[in-house]
C-alpha cells in the first residue's frame, strides 16, 4: 500500500473537451503537483490522463473526466511513496506512531494541496456563471431546446 494513497472528485461546469486540453497541458502539471516529475503513462484524451511519477516521490498519479450532465467530474487518484533521498528509493511505510503521524500530515498536505488546485481551476473555467445555473448552450440528453418562435397553444374559453 502506498504511502499516500487519496481519491478526490470534483465537479466543474465546463465541456470535456477543454478540460481535458488543461490536463494534457504540461505547463500546468508543475503547478499543480511542483515537487515531482511527471511521465505520461497513458493519454486517455477525453478521459483524461495518467502519469509516472519520480522525484521527490515515486508512484502515479492519473486524472479521469467523466461527462456528468451540464460538466466534469474530475477524478484525481495519487499513490505516492516519499523517496528517500540518501538511497533514491520509496521509504518504507512508518510503524512507529510519530512516524505514522508524519506520513498522516503529509497526506492531508497533498490532499489540501490537490484541492487548491482543482478549485483553482474549477473558478477559472466558471467564471461569471451564476451558481446553480447550467453551462451556456448545453441541454440534456434527448430534449430539444426551445423553439422561440413558437407560441403558447391557447385554449378555448370557458
Same mark, same amino acid.
Given at each position: 500500500?502506498?504511502?499516500v494513497d487519496l481519491v478526490d472528485e470534483t465537479f466543474v461546469v465546463v465541456d470535456r473537451p477543454t478540460l481535458?486540453?488543461?490536463?494534457?497541458?504540461p505547463t500546468r502539471w508543475a503547478g499543480w503537483w511542483p515537487d515531482v516529475s511527471l511521465t505520461v503513462f497513458m493519454d486517455r484524451g477525453l478521459d483524461g490522463v495518467r502519469w509516472s511519477v519520480s522525484g521527490g516521490s515515486?508512484?502515479?498519479?492519473?486524472?479521469?473526466?467523466?461527462?456528468?450532465?451540464?460538466?466534469v467530474l474530475v477524478h484525481?487518484?495519487?499513490?505516492?511513496?516519499?523517496?528517500?533521498?540518501?538511497?533514491?528509493?520509496?521509504?518504507p511505510l512508518p510503524t512507529d506512531l510519530a512516524g505514522?503521524? @508524519? &506520513? %498522516? +500530515? =503529509? @497526506? &492531508? %498536505? +497533498? =490532499?489540501r494541496s490537490?484541492?487548491?488546485s482543482v478549485w483553482a481551476l474549477?473558478?477559472?473555467?466558471?467564471?461569471g456563471r451564476e451558481v446553480g445555473a447550467r453551462r451556456p448552450g448545453w441541454?440534456?440528453?434527448?430534449?430539444?431546446?426551445?423553439d422561440r418562435g413558437a407560441q403558447e397553444p391557447r385554449t378555448a374559453p370557458d
Open positions: 500500500m502506498p504511502a481535458a486540453r488543461i490536463v494534457a497541458d515515486v508512484g502515479s498519479l492519473e486524472i479521469w473526466l467523466e461527462e456528468v450532465g451540464d460538466g484525481h487518484y495519487a499513490r505516492l511513496d516519499p523517496v528517500d533521498p540518501a538511497s533514491g528509493t520509496a521509504r505514522r503521524r @508524519r &506520513a %498522516a +500530515r =503529509a @497526506r &492531508a %498536505a +497533498r =490532499a490537490w484541492k487548491r474549477k473558478d477559472e473555467l466558471e467564471a441541454q440534456p440528453a434527448g430534449v430539444a431546446p426551445p
